[in-house]
C-alpha cells in the first residue's frame, strides 16, 4: 500500500537530504530543505521537505511539526510572490499513489500559476532546464524573510 506500510529510505527525497543526490536548493535549516521541483508543473515549482523524520505522507507526521514546517511553507510561498510575481499560488501535497503522490517522503508542494498559462502535468516530462532553476532558485532566496 502506498498509503501506508513501512517507509524506504531509498526514496529520492531522502537521498537528496543525505547528500546522495543533487538539488537546487533555495534554503535549508533544521527543520526543512526547499528546493526546485525538476518536473515544474509551473515556472518556480518548488518543494518543501522536513528534514530527521521518516514520515511517508501527512498522517505518520509528527503533530508538534506541522507548525514549523507549515511556518517555512509559508515564508517561502511569500518568497516566491515576491520574485516571480504569479497571479496565484498553489500549496498542496499528496497521500498515497492514487492522489497522486510519486515519492514516499512527505514534502509540500509550491506551485505559482500564471494567467492564460496553463499547469503542466505532474511529475511528467523533461526535467527543467537547470540554469533556469538556479535562476529561479537565487531569486525566490534572495526574497525570502529574515
Ligand atoms: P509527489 O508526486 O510525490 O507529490 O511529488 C513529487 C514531486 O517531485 C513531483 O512534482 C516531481 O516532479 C518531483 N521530482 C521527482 N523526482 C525528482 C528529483 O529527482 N528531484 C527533484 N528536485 N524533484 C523531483
Sequence with gaps: MSLTGAYDGNNIFAKILRGEAPCVKIF??????????????????????PKNVEARNLTDFPAERLGPLFQRVQRLTRAVIAALSPDGVIVTQFNGAPAGQTIFHLHVHV??????????????????????LKSQATRIAAALEP
Design 111 to 132: 506551485i505559482p500559476r500564471y494567467a492564460n498559462l496553463p499547469l503542466q502535468a505532474h511529475n511528467q516530462g523533461k526535467p527543467a532546464d537547470m540554469e533556469a
Design 28 to 49: 535549508e535549516d533544521d527543520e526543512v530543505l526547499a528546493f526546485m521541483d525538476i518536473f515544474p508543473q509551473s515556472q518556480g515549482h518548488c518543494l518543501v521537505v
